[in-house]
């Protein structure tokens, strides 16, 4: 089954995602990241981080072990946190790029996001 992949960028929300959507199914994983910024956290932090979601979940950051890609199939392996959150502790899809984006370009953004 492939999974339409788009990347978004949000300024007005302070984050930049990659969406991987099931259209079958409505399932959603998502990569997003704070934008850089010059404002710092409580803990005197600047805010840049990684998380996972199903886009209506809360967020896991540091959700990803590791992926790697397989030609087409992007494959991510989870933290348990986030294996609860998605039910499994590897996710793997056959990707199909949106929004004009190509394979290549998504797998630099998936590379940026969780670096």
Known sequence: MAIRVSHERHP??????????????????????????????????????????????????????????????FEFALTKRAAALFDDEVLSFDVVPAGGSTIDQLAKHVDRLIG
């Open 12 to 73: 007005d929300l302070g984050c930049e995602a990659l969406v991987f959507l099931d259209e079958d199914s409505d399932g959603c994983f998502q990569i997003q990241r704070d934008l850089p910024s010059p404002l710092r956290d409580a803990d005197g932090h600047r805010p840049n981080r990684y998380c996972v979601t199903t886009g209506a979940s809360a967020p896991v950051y540091g959700g990803i072990v590791q992926w790697r890609r397989v030609g087409d199939r």
